[in-house]
């Protein structure tokens, strides 16, 4: 089938990779010439693991290429997918200008029947207002061309979009039309083999699914980061919850990990958006406002913990980082824990030695050449001279380093652990002072219990 694809970003891209991989004819149009040039030029833009090889066998066989030339895109695909961007606007609401340009760009072009996809994440009411774009444009044309509008939300998570993709959890599809859904069908069918993972619905519940999904998963997030400052301040372990609460099949153990906060291009903005589409129908939804104060909070713990451990004296000291990116296997640094603990740090004097194995060309993009800040070339090198090392991505080399070399390298042996990947036990023996989450430390730490 002809597809068509608006944005090649992280969900534009990997869509557009994933539906060529199935045989489809993708076309992927953007506005960023430079992205389009990479692309053609069989560089990725983005890291996505799986990404760049399929990339490349998919553009080699003819079933997938880029373009600027929007016209050119509108022509092409039946389908034709809107996967871009959805960001904040200054009141906390989806800013939908891109969705919506791209929806007169369509009515602007389009001479024959289209499946118009929301593909992007938008507020419930988004797939009203496109068709009025389209519907405004062709009218302002002349033109009388049918057309109907999809919400096909995307699940995918960045560091496992490839897979997230071909082997769906769910695919949502919310029509006003039987006609669609079985188009949408026949179009996820190749993803459906196993068993049949599509569920229809309505267009407005579809948009809701979305967000819900989002919430949901930033609660429980939330709620155990405030379970970890509590342990903090009684004395107990989170780790040791986290297990006793997971036991509960009501409960699982899926997606509560105490942390540093979440980031990202989607929690911190989805919860944003939901708690401001509430507000304009006249409701105040208390819950998503504390999920997002308390995830606010949680992006300065692993400061606190610092701060307390030196007695405030930061100015001078040197701290090592391992891990940049919001979480491990992206590049992605929106929102990221990380920024918020080196603009403190920097704000408290202290250098940063960082190291992420894929976000340090994105940290210097952001943050430039600054004598504060130095990014380098692996894990050992941050640790050279720094007075402590504080682990904020979980990246699997970072699991089981060698600990005598840490302590080596390191001025101080003191280790703060933003994820809780590192045995306190093990650590104490390795006669280092230890800090986690929601753990009592090990060692010669600061017991400051409000520090959490
Ligand atoms: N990143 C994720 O993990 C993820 C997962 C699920 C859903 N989403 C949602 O998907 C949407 C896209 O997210 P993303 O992370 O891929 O964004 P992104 O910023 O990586 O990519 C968006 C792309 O759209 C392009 N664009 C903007 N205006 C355009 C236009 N008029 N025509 C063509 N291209 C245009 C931009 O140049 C950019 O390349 C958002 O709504 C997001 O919330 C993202």
New binding site residues.
């Given amino acids: 089938m002809n597809v068509t694809i ?7 891209l990997v869509t557009g990779t994933c539906l060529a991989e199935m045989g489809n004819d993708v076309v992927c ?4 010439q430079r ?1 389009i040039e990479m692309l053609e030029r069989g560089e990725i833009p ?1 890291y996505e693991p799986g990404l760049e090889s399929m990339v490349h066998e998919n553009t080699a066989a003819g079933r997938l290429r880029f373009t600027t030339d929007i016209a050119d895109g509108v022509a092409h695909g039946l389908f034709q997918f809107i ?4 960001p904040p606007d200054e009141d906390g609401s989806a800013d939908l200008q ?1 969705v919506l ?2 929806a007169r ?1 369509i009515g602007e072009h389009m001479e024959d029947y289209k499946v118009i996809i929301d ?4 507020p419930v009411g988004t797939a009203d207002r496109v068709r009025e774009a389209v519907s405004e444009t062709l009218t302002r044309r002349g033109a009388e061309v049918e057309f109907d509008v999809v919400s096909n ?6 560091g496992a979009a490839i897979d997230d993709f071909m082997k769906p959890d769910r695919v949502i599809v919310g029509t006003d039309n039987p006609r669609t859904t079985e188009l949408l069908r026949a179009l996820y069918a190749p993803f459906n083999r196993n068993h049949d993972r599509l569920i229809a619905m309505d267009i407005r519940s579809a948009e809701l699914t979305k967000y819900a999904a989002n919430a949901m998963l930033a609660t429980k997030i939330s709620f155990m980061n405030e379970l970890s400052n509590l342990a903090d301040r009684l004395g107990a372990d989170i780790e040791a919850v986290r297990n006793g609460i997971g036991s509960d099949p009501r409960i699982g153990y899926s997606f509560i990990y105490p942390g540093a906060g979440y980031g990202g ?2 929690f911190p ?2 919860v944003k958006a939901l708690e401001r589409t509430a507000r304009d129908v006249g409701y105040e939804a208390e819950l998503l406002s504390a999920v997002e104060a308390v995830n606010d909070r949680q992006k300065s713990v692993l400061f606190n913990k610092l701060h307390a451990h030196f007695g405030g004296a930061l100015a001078g000291k040197t701290i090592a980082l391992w891990g940049l990116a919001f979480k491990p296997n992206t590049d992605d640094m929106r929102e990221a824990p990380a920024r918020v603990l080196m603009e403190s740090l920097w704000q408290a004097g202290a250098r940063v030695r960082a190291f992420d194995p894929e976000a340090m060309e994105e940290t210097h993009r952001i943050y430039g050449d600054r004598d504060d800040l130095e990014l380098v070339e692996g894990p050992e090198a941050a640790l050279e001279g720094a007075d402590a090392l504080v682990v904020i991505t979980e990246w699997h080399p970072f699991r089981s380093p060698d600990f005598a070399l840490v302590k080596e390298h390191l001025k101080q042996p003191v280790v703060f652990d933003g994820r809780n990947i590192y045995d306190p036990d093990y650590m104490a023996g390795q006669g280092f002072t230890y800090y986690a989450i929601g753990r009592p430390p090990v060692g010669d730490a600061v017991t400051d219990r409000r520090a959490g």
């Fill in positions: 608006f944005g090649s970003g992280y969900v534009g149009v953007d506005v960023d992205k983005i996967a871009v961007g959805t891109y340009a791209v760009s593909k992007s994440t938008v939300p995307e699940f995918l998570k960045e291009s989607c903005k989805d």
